[in-house]
């Protein structure tokens, strides 16, 4: 899978995470690097996710900047470049998933430009980052996630103002007009994000739908078809420092865990 890491960089952290953080970065700015397969709904971010049960790390990538995935994601970026000594983790410190929910972070290229860290029950701790940037409008579970959050702030231990920022249109198909996933999530009686099966369905109906017969209503390359901006978007935030190419080696994840 060819995946576009885009950094979120970290305007503010929960007070466990910068007790836990201190004196351990070394002035490096630090970022949130969330795997995204749809660069071109960044417009669209309203919060990112992570798995409250995951265990993250900070990784130095230079001597400038620190990305906050998973150490299996922080090996494959060594071996793919990304970090400046080729095939070296460089682990400044560990935080739970947790911890990080309630940072306040940016979401570039998104029309709300800070955002909040919020938990989801269904991230997978052995596929991208372990960071998921949130675009409710034409991601299914983040929807259905964000809707959870907001009807069960209490429970799941999260302000509600991290869950204010309301879902905006990005992109307009012919089968489910402006907002893809509430439309599919209605129509498929979604009603949580535990309902893991509609949802998997809906989420290919939604890429299938936005890929092939969708247009971009915001940004730069707003009136074109997603399938000529998708890759437009990507090359403008990768040629801004706000993103890089990220691959997930096919098959490892299934080989690792048999
Ligand atoms: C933003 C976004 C906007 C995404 C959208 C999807 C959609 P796939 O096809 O199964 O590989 N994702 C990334 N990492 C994880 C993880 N560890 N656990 C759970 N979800 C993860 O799925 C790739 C997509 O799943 C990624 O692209 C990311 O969410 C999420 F409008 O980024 B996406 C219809 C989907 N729409």
Redesign the pocket.
Known sequence: ?E?TGVKMEVVEWSAAAQKQLEGKVDGRKVFLV??????E??Y??TNC?V?TAIKYGVFAANDKEAYVV?LRSARNMAFQGIFDVRGQVNQLAELDGTQIVGAKIKAPFSVYPEVYVLP?E??????????????P??????YATLMDLRKKAEFYKIDPKWAALDPIP?LSTPSYGEM??PVLVKKLKINSQKDVKQLAE??????KE?FYNGTMLVGEFKGEAVQEAKGKVRASMIEQGIAFPYA?PEGLVISRSA
């Open positions: 899978q995946y969330a795997a995204t397969l749809r660069p709904t960044m669209g971010q996710f798995g998973t989801m269904n991230v997978l701790p052995t596929k991208g980052t372990g960071v998921v940037t949130s675009v409008s034409d991601s299914p579970d983040d990005v893809s996933a809906a989420k290919e109906l939604a890429y936005g997930e």
